[in-house]
Every structure is written in structure tokens, then in C-alpha cells.
């Protein structure tokens, strides 16, 4: 079955500064890939996500890109704020694999006034 | 956009009861729901799959008749905890999707649920 491996588990930023997370997935047969943020206490909320036919997709302050030669996909978060502070994953679906989602291991990022 | 309605937001529970969880879909037809259950400072794990008036499919190691799902409607799907232990003690999120003609309109999650069984 699908692995998807998220690094780094924890990231602590300068408000202001960008963040960058990274995961790779081990099926080629993947084709979709949407990041979640997870608030403490409440339920992931989806904030950006990219499908294979595409290698880059940008939403303001937030950016994905995708390698799926390298298989591995990064979400970017631009000029960091305090309430961007939360864990964040990265997901991966299979196509075919009854639309089941595999997660990453998440990444709390803390941005610091 | 796509709400999914998760309740309870928080249960406790004596061990050996039995907890019901609701998921609704408010304003579109989720064709599968997904449960998962995540420990604290860890990923979500998929529990089981279910779609609309099917038995639900569950994942390695998920106990079917411990935890009990129903997705009688498009737009309800219910997760029962039986004979619960202090080791089912977590957090359980719902996840709905719904599928077009040849397209997916991806995931939207509940707000979760904190069991704690004493």
C-alpha cells in the first residue's frame, strides 16, 4: 500500500519567515495530493491541494509543488503569521484504491512573535 | 462549501457501555464515509470505509463488531464504540466525500469526537 513520509515533525519560524514542509510517496499510481491543517482539539481542515497532472499551485500566501518523477510533493507558507501555528499533513490518494487517503506523520509548526 | 456535522465534540463513558458518533453531511451527498481515529501527537488512521447502503470495509486490524458503522443515507453515517475499553479512548474524526460523473470532489472532515472511556 501507499507510505507517505512527512519531514520535518516540528518547525519553528520567525513570524514573518516562510516554512516549508516536504513529503514523499511511495506509489506512482498516487494522483492526488491536499495538505490539511489541524487546529488543537478540532478536525483537519483542508488548505491547499494539488493533483499529478499539475506541478505547482498557489493560493495567496500558501503553495504546493509537486515532483512526481522524485515522488515528492512541498507545502510552502509565505510571510508566516502566529495563527498559522498548528500541525499541518500532507496526504496522498491512489487512484483506484477506493479513494482512501494516506496521511503523513504531520509537522507542528510554531510561528514566533 | 461542502460541512460535515460531527457530534458529540466530547463523551465520556463507562467501560463496557456503548457510544454512538454521528456524521452528517449538511449540504451535499457524501457518497463515502471515511472514520479514523487519532491518538494524541500522532496521524489520522484510517479505521473503515463505508458507502452509502454498503457494509462498511475496515482496515487491518480494526475490529468490525467493536466498532460498528452505518451509512444508511447520503448524507448520515453513524460510528458505534461497543464494550468500550479505556484503550478506546481517542479522538475519532468523520470524513465525507462525494464523487461526479468522472470527477472527485475531495474530503471534508468533521470536527472530530474526544472519547474517554473511565
Known amino acids: 500500500g501507499e507510505n507517505v513520509e512527512q519531514h520535518p515533525s516540528t518547525l519553528s519560524v520567525q513570524e514573518g519567515d516562510s516554512a516549508v514542509i516536504k513529503c514523499t510517496y511511495s506509489?506512482?499510481?498516487?494522483?492526488?495530493f491536499p495538505w490539511y491543517k489541524q487546529e488543537l482539539g478540532k478536525g483537519p481542515q483542508l488548505i491547499i491541494d494539488?493533483?499529478?497532472?499539475?506541478g505547482e499551485k498557489k493560493d495567496q500566501r500558501i503553495a504546493v509543488t509537486l515532483n512526481k518523477t522524485a515522488k515528492h510533493f512541498s507545502l510552502h507558507i509565505t510571510e508566516t503569521q502566529p495563527e498559522d501555528s498548528a500541525v499541518y499533513f500532507c496526504?496522498?490518494?491512489?487512484?483506484?484504491?477506493?479513494?482512501?487517503?494516506?496521511f503523513g506523520t504531520g509537522t507542528q509548526l510554531k510561528v514566533e512573535l | 462549501g461542502a460541512v460535515v456535522s460531527q457530534h458529540p465534540s466530547w463523551v465520556i463513558c463507562k467501560s463496557g457501555t456503548s457510544v454512538k458518533i454521528e456524521c452528517r453531511s449538511l449540504?451535499?451527498?457524501?457518497?463515502?464515509m471515511f472514520w479514523y481515529r487519532q491518538f494524541p501527537k500522532q496521524s489520522l488512521m484510517l479505521m473503515a470505509t463505508?458507502?452509502?447502503?454498503?457494509?462498511?470495509?475496515?482496515e487491518q486490524g480494526v475490529e468490525k463488531d467493536k466498532f460498528l458503522i452505518n451509512h444508511a443515507s447520503l448524507t448520515l453515517s453513524t460510528l458505534t464504540v461497543t464494550s468500550a475499553h479505556p484503550e478506546d479512548s481517542s479522538f475519532y474524526i468523520c470524513?465525507?466525500?462525494?464523487?461526479?460523473?468522472?470527477?472527485?470532489?475531495?474530503?471534508?472532515f468533521g470536527s472530530g469526537t474526544r472519547l474517554t472511556v473511565v
Open positions: 449540504d451535499f451527498q457524501a457518497t463515502t
Open positions: 463505508s458507502n452509502e447502503g454498503s457494509k462498511a470495509t475496515y
Open positions: 496526504a496522498a490518494r491512489i487512484t483506484g484504491g477506493g479513494n482512501k487517503l494516506t
Open positions: 470524513s465525507a466525500s462525494r464523487q461526479g460523473t468522472g470527477r472527485n470532489y475531495g474530503y471534508t
Open positions: 494539488i493533483r499529478s497532472n499539475v
Open positions: 506509489d506512482s499510481a498516487s494522483n492526488y
